[in-house]
């Protein structure tokens, strides 16, 4: 069974940056990560196939970077040029193998594993 583990989180001022990590355990198709601000629905922030195609969020787009280090079985979100509006808690999800990633997208019901999350707060 696929088990997520998130660190990295934490606060900083408005500009700043941070890098989550998001070790991985067992075999998935796809990783992604979202998260849930306060008062706000689970959204789609960035996602990552094995083969490395990505994917971003239009609020993110050209701040956040996603990656991963498969040698580490981590995968990682760079956040730059942070803003009070990405405070939330951050989850890595993984989709099952067989998952065709680009179908599954940001839908949530596709990713089957989820991380405990990790908590950013962006204040200005």
């Known amino acids: 069974q696929v088990q997520l583990v998130e660190s990295g989180g934490g606060s900083v001022q408005a500009g700043g940056s941070l890098t989550l990590s998001c070790a991985v355990s067992?075999?998935?198709?796809?990783m992604a990560w979202f998260r849930q601000g306060p008062g706000k629905e689970r959204e789609g922030v960035a996602r990552?196939?094995?083969?490395?195609?990505?994917d971003y969020d239009d609020s993110v787009k050209g701040r956040f970077t996603i990656s991963q280090d498969n040698a580490k079985n981590t995968m990682y979100l760079q956040m730059n040029s942070l803003k009070p509006e990405d405070t939330a808690m951050y989850y890595c999800?993984?989709?099952?193998?067989?998952?065709?990633?680009?179908?599954?997208?940001?839908?949530?019901?596709?990713?089957?594993?989820w991380g405990q999350g990790t908590q950013v707060t962006v204040s200005s």
């Open positions: 999800a993984a989709a099952p193998p067989l998952t065709v990633c680009q179908i599954a997208s940001f839908r949530e019901s596709f990713y089957n594993v």
């Open positions: 990552i196939s094995r083969r490395g195609e990505l």
């Open positions: 067992g075999y998935t198709a796809c």
